[in-house]
C-alpha cells in the first residue's frame, strides 16, 4: 500500500532522527513521530539577568530569591564569559552586586574539601578574625597556627601512600598557601591532611629542625559564601588586583566588573545586581502525527515537507512562534501495540509516565 517495507520504513525514520513507535493496525502502518519544538525567545539566552534597580546587598538578595533563583554564582570561566556577554548586550559598563559575602566560615582541607575533625592547634590559636581568609601552618612543636595566606613558608605535600611514614612529603621551598596547594596538587596529591595524633608527630618528625616559624598543611578557612550555596574555589574568584582589601572593615559583599573582575566593598552601597534564573529552557510541543506516503521517506524533500506540516500543524494549535524545530535522535523504538487496555490518547510513554499527545495527520504524496 505504501511502497516500502515495514522493516525499510522504521529505518528510514530512524535516519531520519525520529522516535518511532509502530503499530500494526488492520490494513495500514500507523507511525507516530515525536515532534520536539524548541520555543525559545533571544531574551532567555542567558542563565543570568542584570536588573537594573539598585538596592543593596541583602535587598538584592531577597529580590532574586523571590524572582528568580537567587544572586549569581560568579567563579567558573564560562560564568565570567556570560556575564561578560551579558553586560555588552545591555550596554553596562560597571560593577553590580553577585551572590559572594562573608559568613560564618569553618576551618576545611584542601583534600576533598573535608571539614577539620581533629585539630592541635596552639594556645590563643586560631588568632585571626572569622571574617578574614586565613591559612594553618604547623610548627616545631608540632602545634598549629593560623596565618595569612600569602606569607611564604615551606610546606607538606602529602601523597598516595597507605603508610603514615611514607605519606608525606616535606618541601622546603618558600611559597604562598595557595602556589603551596598548587604545587603539590601538581606533583602528589595535595597539601596534607592531618587525620589523628599520629600524623601530626610524623610531620613534626619530618621537619628540619630549627624551624621555629612553621610549614604550611592543607587546612583553610575562607569566609566568602556564595548566597545559592556553591562551594567557594579561592583560586578561581577572578579578584581584582588588591582586592579584597575590606577597607574600613566594613566590606563583606561583592561586586563584579563587566569584565567578571570581583571587588569586595560595603553591603550597604547601592548597585545594579545580576539574579541567577533557570537555564535558558525548552518548551517541547509532542506531536502524535500519522504519516500516508508512498513516497520514500529518506529523500530531502519528503524530510523538509514533514518539518514543514510538523511546525503549520503546531502552529495552528498553538499561539507561538516556532524559532526551531528539532527531530529527536535518542533511540527508534518499534512496539507491536497489542492488548494495550489505556486509550490510543494515553499510548506514548515517555519517562515512565503516560502522557497525552496531539493526534495529527500528514499526507505526503
Not at 611514614?165 to 603539590?184: D, G, M, R
Not at 508512498?294 to 514543514?308: D, P
Request: glycine residues 6%; charged residues 25%.
Amino acid at each position: 500500500m505504501y511502497g516500502v517495507e515495514r522493516a525499510d520504513l522504521i529505518q528510514a525514520l530512524g535516519k531520519m532522527g525520529f522516535i518511532c513507535m509502530v503499530k500494526k493496525r488492520q490494513s495500514f502502518l500507523q507511525l507516530l513521530l515525536l515532534l520536539a519544538l524548541f520555543c525559545k525567545s533571544w531574551s532567555e539566552d542567558f542563565s543570568f539577568i542584570l536588573v537594573k534597580n539598585p538596592k543593596m546587598w541583602q535587598e538584592a538578595q531577597l529580590y532574586c530569591r523571590e524572582n528568580y533563583l537567587d544572586l549569581a554564582t560568579i567563579q567558573s570561566k564560562e560564568e565570567r564569559a556570560e556575564l561578560i556577554k551579558l553586560a555588552l548586550s545591555e550596554g553596562f559598563s560597571s560593577f553590580a552586586w553577585i551572590g559572594l559575602s562573608k559568613g560564618v566560615s569553618k576551618w576545611r582541607w584542601s583534600y576533598k574539601d573535608e571539614l577539620m575533625s581533629y585539630h592541635n592547634w596552639d594556645e590563643w590559636e586560631p588568632h585571626l578574625p572569622s571574617t578574614e581568609k586565613s591559612c594553618a601552618f604547623i610548627d616545631g612543636d608540632n602545634l598549629w597556627g593560623d596565618s595569612s595566606c600569602s606569607i611564604e613558608i615551606p610546606f607538606f605535600c602529602q601523597t598516595d601512600h597507605n603508610q603514615t611514614s611514607q605519606k608525606f612529603i616535606y618541601n622546603t621551598s618558600k611559597l604562598s598557601w595557595h602556589e603551596a596547594q598548587q604545587f603539590c596538587r601538581g606533583n602528589y596529591v595535595d597539601l596534607a591532611t592531618i587525620i589523628n595524633e599520629t600524623e601530626n608527630a610524623v610531620l613534626g618528625a619530618i621537619q628540619m629542625n630549627g624551624v621555629t616559624w612553621g610549614s604550611w598543611i592543607g587546612l583553610s578557612r575562607n569566609p566568602w559564601l556564595w548566597s545559592d550555596g556553591t562551594d567557594v574555589s579561592w583560586p578561581l574568584l577572578n579578584w581584582q588586583q588588591g582586592q579584597p582589601d575590606n577597607i574600613g572593615g566594613f566590606e563583606d559583599c561583592a561586586s563584579a566588573g563587566i569584565q567578571g573582575e570581583i571587588a569586595d566593598e560595603s553591603c550597604d552601597s547601592q548597585r545594579y545586581f545580576y539574579c541567577k534564573r533557570y537555564p535558558p529552557f525548552s518548551r517541547v510541543q509532542l506531536l502524535r502525527v500519522e504519516l500516508r506516503s508512498t513516497v520514500s521517506l529518506t529523500e530531502a524533500a519528503v524530510t523538509e515537507a514533514i518539518e514543514k506540516q510538523g511546525i503549520q500543524k503546531i502552529m495552528e494549535a498553538k499561539e507561538t512562534e516556532v524559532m526551531g524545530l528539532e527531530l529527536r535522535t535518542e533511540m527508534v523504538q518499534m512496539l507491536e501495540w497489542k492488548n494495550r487496555s489505556t486509550s490510543e490518547e494515553h499510548q506514548e510513554q515517555i519517562g515512565g509516565e503516560e502522557r497525552p499527545l496531539q493526534k495529527e495527520t500528514m499526507n505526503l504524496n
